[in-house]
């Protein structure tokens, strides 16, 4: 079983729609959770931190089931400009940068 | 404020040949650095990191070796490439914590 895995996609989806990713992880030991951005042939870019009670920004709304042992991302009134792939990241409780586990990405496709 | 910069962009390099790639940061001290690649369909993979000048960690063996000669430069280099080493190259830095910041990307292609 992968560390960390997204369902690649891609999730099609039409303006204005509210989607919802998830990404599992095996490693119960893992404490913090981030969701990143990357657009095509560019750098990923952090979007935001996943807490315990969950959080949100904007649009977007992280969540943490530990129980189950998966994070989520939902996006509400999608823009054609979120347009991207999200990349989940976990790393453990004594981890630093160098333990960040990344998985590969679920894409999403914002259309008119 | 922070900023990274990697270069170069792209590059297309014979099988055989050496390479260097070179990523600054600026705005900042101490930094840890970090050197990733992306294959195609794959996550992001840690190559080296770095706690500091002279400190290198390599996490895969591989054709490929860093240096971080100065706080705030790190480099990533091949005496040989091989087919294999083609791919998305990516630098980071964070402040110690789990929050990484990428540069723009490197994309090689090994020929």
């Known amino acids: 079983r992968k560390e960390v895995e997204q369902d690649p996609g891609p999730f099609n989806v039409p303006e204005g729609a509210t989607v919802a990713f998830n990404c599992t992880y095996s490693n119960s030991a893992s404490q913090s959770f981030f969701w990143y951005r990357q657009d095509c042939r560019k750098e990923p870019k952090l979007l935001m931190s996943?807490?315990?009670s969950g959080n949100e920004d904007g649009r977007f709304t992280a969540q943490l089931n530990r129980a189950s042992q998966y994070i989520s991302l939902l996006i509400r009134d999608s823009k054609l400009s979120d347009s991207a792939t999200y990349l989940c990241?976990?790393?453990?409780?004594?981890?630093?940068?160098?333990?960040?586990?990344f998985g590969t990405g679920t894409q999403l496709k914002v259309e008119l | 404020s922070q900023t990274i910069h990697q270069w170069p962009a792209t590059l297309v390099q014979p099988v055989g040949s050496p390479l260097s790639l070179e990523c600054t940061v600026e705005?900042?001290?101490?930094?840890?650095l970090y050197w990733y690649r992306q294959a195609a369909g794959r996550g992001l993979q840690l190559l080296f990191y770095?706690?500091?000048?002279?400190?290198i960690s390599s996490e895969v063996p591989q054709n490929l070796s860093a240096s971080r000669p100065q706080d705030r430069q790190f480099i990533l280099s091949s005496k040989k490439l091989l087919l294999s080493d083609s791919g998305f190259y990516l630098c980071a830095w964070s402040q110690g914590g789990e929050k990484l910041f990428f540069g723009s990307g490197t994309q090689l292609s090994v020929l």
């Open positions: 990241v976990v790393t453990p409780l004594t981890g630093g940068g160098n333990k960040l586990t």
């Open positions: 770095s706690i500091g000048i002279g400190q």
């Open positions: 996943v807490y315990s």
């Open positions: 705005g900042t001290s101490n930094p840890n």
